[in-house]
């Protein structure tokens, strides 16, 4: 079956970086769109980067542009979210996601688009 298994979050201070990781299995990772998100205490999950299929795209959310770096490794079956300049403010839980279509030709932003979804992982900056 689909599974998805962020690590690499922990608590870190503002200004400092962190490398999440997204472990993935049970399906052809090469072949999908991938996104993260995070949701934060009383807040709604926010779209944080995607990816396509083939790394060729890549978008981001408005408060992590020119920070945050999304890649995959199609080789390891692992998706990455590069972390930089931390602020308090990107406190929260981050989810890894897979798209509900193989071979999508665009990345994607809405919860709406991904079918499958890790445990996420907690990252807290502190200020």
């Known amino acids: 079956q689909v599974q998805l298994r962020e690590s690499g979050g922990r608590l870190v201070q503002a200004g400092g970086s962190l490398r999440l990781s997204c472990a993935a299995s049970?399906?052809?990772?090469?072949?999908?769109?991938m996104g993260w998100f995070r949701q934060a205490p009383g807040k709604e999950r926010e779209f944080v980067a995607s990816i396509t299929w083939n790394g060729g795209s890549t978008i981001y959310g408005d408060s992590v542009k020119g920070r945050f770096t999304i890649s995959k490794d199609n080789t390891k079956n692992t998706l990455y979210l590069q972390m930089n300049s931390l602020e308090h403010e990107d406190t929260a839980v981050y989810y890894c996601?897979?798209?509900?279509?193989?071979?999508?030709?665009?990345?994607?932003?809405?919860?709406?688009?991904?079918?499958?979804w890790g445990r996420g992982t907690q990252v807290t900056v502190s200020s």
């Open positions: 996601a897979r798209h509900r279509i193989s071979t999508a030709m665009s990345t994607a932003s809405s919860p709406s688009q991904y079918l499958y």
């Open positions: 049970g399906f052809t990772f090469s072949s999908y769109t």
